[in-house]
């Protein structure tokens, strides 16, 4: 991911929840590059959710739970998360409105 592209979801990210931060935050889809690792989640629960483990795990990555899942069918409870995050995913899955579905 490019930093002007993390850069811009740190601000949507703040703009949103001006200094009130997420409890929880999930990435759909997140990689060595987590958008996790934008600073207003420091003290949240984090979790990337990929649908295969990933080989190279960075330091940012290895701060957050690690879950295998298909985000078609998210194992999650309604409401667990204050924040749903991904960037470079939906378009490579083949059902994205049911991802964008359980998002919601």
Same mark, same amino acid.
């Given at each position: 991911? @490019?930093?002007?592209?993390?850069?811009?979801?740190?601000? /949507?990210?703040?703009?949103f929840y001006k200094g009130k931060l997420p409890d929880a935050a999930l990435e759909v889809g997140a990689?060595?590059?987590? %958008? %996790?690792? /934008?600073?207003? #989640? !420091?003290?949240?629960?984090? =979790?990337?959710?990929?649908?295969?483990? /990933? +080989?190279? /795990?960075? @330091? &940012?990555?290895? +701060?957050?739970?690690? =879950? $295998?899942?298909?985000?078609?069918?998210? !194992? #999650?409870?309604?409401?667990? #998360?204050?924040?749903?995050? *991904?960037? *470079? =995913? %939906? !378009?490579?899955?083949?059902? #994205?409105? +049911? *991802?964008? &579905? !359980? $998002?919601?």
């Open positions: 991911m @490019s930093p002007k592209v993390f850069e811009a979801f740190a601000k /949507i990210v703040a703009s990689s060595a590059q987590t %958008l %996790l690792s /934008i600073p207003d #989640f !420091e003290k949240s629960r984090k =979790v990337a959710l990929n649908a295969q483990k /990933i +080989k190279k /795990i960075s @330091s &940012e990555l290895q +701060k957050c739970e690690q =879950v $295998i899942g298909n985000s078609n069918s998210l !194992e #999650f409870a309604d409401g667990e #998360f204050d924040c749903v995050l *991904s960037s *470079s =995913v %939906l !378009e490579h899955d083949k059902y #994205f409105w +049911k *991802s964008v &579905e !359980e $998002i919601y």
